[in-house]
């Protein structure tokens, strides 16, 4: 029995999502929450004959507080998309916002749920839900996630493109580490299970890297106004989901990049930290999924220079990024 709950369910990513949630008989109970049409949205998904039984709420009658009731594992994807010429970071100042209430009504309603954060600037609204659930005496740092998996879904994607085969795309892995927006994106093509052929030129090297870490700009563009990444999202907010629920049904072995609070794991935070040369309290590496969420933070390993000097570009703009997050919710605290 397994309760999963989407917040903004009836936006780009949420419906779909909500889709691949319903489509998988782990998951015997769905609440579908956003601040419009969600009731449509559950009524549609409730046709379909999987088990799970869904639920779709507004804020009206304190919907919220129904929809979280009893959730074991929650997605945001709420809050608003880009639009050409933005940044992730542009997103902020009405996303923090959303972020920071959802986070409140979870701290008070399912203090122990896995949360899985989706909305952007990823960078930074993990921080502000970690600091929210600080602030309710809730924060268990091995239960909150922020969700890089369409960086690991792109690098296999992008990989297989360049080894000429597409097939191969669901076994390329690919570990993708850092964070969740342009330099901060840092794939090890060093440690892909499919390396890349020996005779890549230097400049096809950096237009991968560039593509990994600036994809979700070429959804933007081609939407052309109209939003950003929503099904490849849905697709690897799912993947990532599915093996959270899978290590809290007991499986063990399951690993994946995401972006967490490096207190869930305080050895594997020592070792991260010697790599990365400087502490930071939040980043993405692979992580060992358990019963209790976060089992075990993996260090980077065996870099190459290329991969090193993309990791100190990364480290000094996460730093700021999670100084952000920390700080809106000290300053809303002060209001
Ligand atoms: N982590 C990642 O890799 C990715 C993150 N994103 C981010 O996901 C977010 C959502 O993107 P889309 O689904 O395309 O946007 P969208 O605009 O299509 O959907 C967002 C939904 O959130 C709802 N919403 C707004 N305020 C809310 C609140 N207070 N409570 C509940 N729901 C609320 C809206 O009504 C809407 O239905 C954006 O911030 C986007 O940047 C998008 C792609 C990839
Ligand atoms: O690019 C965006 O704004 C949405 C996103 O996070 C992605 O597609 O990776």
Known sequence: MVKAVVLGAAGGIGQPLALLLKNNPLVTQLGLYDIVNTPGVAADLSHISTPAKVEGYLPADDGLTKTLTGAEVILIPAGVPRKPGMTRDDLFKINAGIVKDLATAIAKTAPKAFVLVISNPVNSTVPIVAEVFKKHGV????????????????????????????SLSKDVV???????????????????????????????????????????????????????????????????????????KGEKGLVAPSYVSLEADPSGAAELTKELGQELA???????????GVAKISPLGTLTDAEKALVSAAVPELAKNIQTGINFVAEASRL
């Open 139 to 166: 924060f268990d740092p091995k239960r909150l996630f922020g969700v890089t998996t369409l960086d690991v879904v792109r690098a296999s994607t992008f990989v297989s493109e360049i080894l000429g085969d597409l």
């Open 174 to 248: 690919v570990p993708v580490v850092g964070g969740h927006s342009g330099v901060t994106i840092v794939p090890l093509l060093s440690q892909s299970t499919h390396p890349l052929p020996s005779s890549l030129a230097k400049t096809d090297y950096d237009a991968l890297v560039n593509r990994i870490q600036f994809g979700g700009d070429e959804v933007v563009k081609a939407k052309n106004g109209g939003g950003s990444a929503t099904l490849s999202m849905a697709y690897a907010g799912a993947e990532f989901a599915f093996k959270v629920i899978r290590a809290l």
């Open 282 to 292: 939040y980043f993405s590496s692979n992580i060992e999924l358990g019963t209790d």
